[in-house]
């Protein structure tokens, strides 16, 4: 990938046959947001003080409107054949916004 994603568009790009989520990630440090994630009811929740990681700049209030709406995915949400390989079928570009 050439540049770099604007606010609206990001490429969609799943791991190739030989690759797994986790092998396209270890070469990369690992966010902080990782340190407030916790595994309950078979989804990943994050923690209230993870939202800093990502939207430390709002205010405290709209901090805990972003946490209290966030959505928990299933805890092997990557492991399922074609859980979000089939994105890329519909579309190379994801716009948000």
Same mark, same amino acid.
């Not at 409107?65 to 190379?92: I, K, M």
């Given at each position: 990938?050439?540049? @770099? ?7 969609? *790009?799943?791991? /190739?046959?030989?690759?797994? @989520? ?9 966010? /902080?947001?990782?340190?407030y994630v $916790? !595994?309950?009811? +078979?989804?990943? *929740? ?9 939207? +430390? /700049?709002l205010p ?15 805890? /092997? !949400?990557?492991?399922?054949? +074609?859980? *979000?390989?089939?994105? $890329?079928? $519909? ?5 948000? +916004?």
């Amino acid at each position: 990938m050439t540049g @770099s994603p604007d606010s609206s568009t990001f490429p969609l *790009w799943p791991p /190739d046959a030989d690759e797994t @989520s986790q092998s396209q990630q270890e070469p990369y440090p690992v966010t /902080d947001v990782f340190q407030y994630v $916790e !595994l309950a009811d +078979g989804r990943l *929740w994050m923690k209230p003080e993870g939202v800093t990681c990502f939207a +430390g /700049d709002l205010p405290e209030q709209e901090q805990k409107l972003v946490w209290a709406t966030h959505y928990a995915p299933a805890a /092997d !949400l990557f492991s399922r054949n +074609g859980a *979000w390989r089939g994105l $890329e079928v $519909e579309a190379e570009l994801v716009h948000c +916004g």
